[in-house]
């Protein structure tokens, strides 16, 4: 498997929570409560899976490499742009973590930064995807060899690995900080 093939399948998955948030969007549009906690569902499903995870991936093992390569100026170019859709992303989320704390905490106005902010991660993240898939992975994995690209999709599973133990080591952590200190 080459190592954009991990990436395209997580891109599938992100689709299906993209859709989740257009159902949501609509649900409030159409004058019902925000259910908060499956905001707070989305929000780590963003923060954990199509950031750390997969942006993760692709920001320290693809991008990295190619930054050793010559590439074309076009390939730079999105790369920039990519990188830039991962930091708005992550802009746009924290946004959408704190209005939803507001909003459960009952401030109405909280509600209109809600429906901005899944508006805007349903109009932007399908293209950023799109523009991955259809423009960009497989002509960029003409700048390696195969022992190279074997290699990344190595380190691929191995960064997976790392963060299923990083995942859980902060639960725990969390855990332990809920334990009332003793006197
Ligand atoms: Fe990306
Ligand atoms: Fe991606």
Redesign the pocket.
Known sequence: MLPIGPLMIEHRLIEKMIQVMMHQLDHIRAGNNVDSSLIETITDFIRAYADRC??GK?EDILFRELAKKVISSEHKKIIEQ?VE??TLGRKITKSLVEANQKYRQGDQKALPVITDCLHSLVTFYPK??EK?DKRFFLPVMAYFTEQEKDAMLAEGHEFDSNLLHEEYKNIVKQAESRIPHQP
Do not use: A, R, T
């Open positions: 997969h942006h692709e990519l859709d991962h950023h995807i991955e």
